[in-house]
């Protein structure tokens, strides 16, 4: 079945201690994004790649990067992970053919602790 | 400032009965509407949408119906039965704006 992919499903890291989180997909969908949800919190959308052009929400900080290096592909790397990081991350996948009401479809999520 | 509000954060219904999830929204630009579904350790599942050129949507026990003029929209499962216990989110956005401006969801659950 085609998918989204989120590995791990639990990342522990170390405060400070860069860590990446990966996604992939077999929907050949031109646009990834990649959400942070906390607890009884909607999703937050920190950026996306619509093909290979990258879109960084204003206000998500300089500590999250992102990279896609293929179609199926995409990365979400926090170079200095704090404790308010913590949070649920998930990655979405969307078909985006001019301006139409896409559909997302998201991965099950990397659930990040930071000790 | 929340643009999508699901102002219940939890909902208990009878398995069987009906139950109704709702979301207000502020921006009137916005003119495409969606639920999704989330069980636990899990992503969200798409559900059912709507246009802003209809005021409702009908599919199998999901129903949505949208009120532009009171921005008010509606989620309707009749009957309800325990595998729709999840959280459910409501989300909007405006033709011309890719992004999905989210609800902080409502947590439903059915009770047999």
């Known amino acids: 079945d085609a998918m989204v992919i989120q590995n791990p499903r639990y990342q522990v890291t170390q405060f400070g201690k860069p860590v990446t989180l990966s996604c992939s997909q077999t929907l050949n969908h031109n646009v990834m994004y990649w959400y942070q949800q906390k607890s009884s919190q909607a999703p937050k959308l920190l950026f996306h790649?619509?093909?290979?052009?990258?879109?960084n929400e204003a206000d998500t900080p300089d500590n999250f990067q992102s990279r896609r290096p293929n179609t199926s592909f995409c990365f979400l790397d926090i170079r200095s992970p704090g404790l308010g990081d913590a949070a649920m991350y998930l990655c979405?996948?969307?078909?985006?053919?001019?301006?139409?009401?896409?559909?997302?479809?998201f991965g099950s999520g990397t659930q990040l602790s930071v000790l | 400032d929340q643009q999508v509000k699901q102002n219940s954060p939890s909902l208990s219904v009878q398995e069987g009965r009906i139950s109704i999830l709702n979301c207000d929204y502020t921006?009137?630009?916005?003119?495409?509407f969606l639920w999704y579904k989330k069980y636990p350790a899990e992503g969200p599942t798409f559900l059912i949408s709507i246009s802003s050129i209809k005021d409702k949507n009908e599919d199998g026990r999901f129903t949505v119906f949208l009120n532009k003029s009171a921005k008010h929209l509606s989620l309707h499962i009749v009957p309800s039965q325990p595998g729709d216990s999840a959280v459910y989110f409501c989300?909007?956005?405006?033709?011309?704006?890719?992004?999905?401006?989210w609800g902080a969801g409502t947590k439903l659950i059915i009770k047999p």
């Open positions: 979405a996948t969307s078909s985006r053919t001019g301006v139409t009401n896409e559909k997302l479809f």
């Open positions: 921006n009137s630009m916005f003119d495409y």
């Open positions: 989300a909007a956005k405006k033709d011309s704006n890719y992004q999905l401006i």
């Open positions: 790649y619509y093909d290979k052009d990258f879109n």
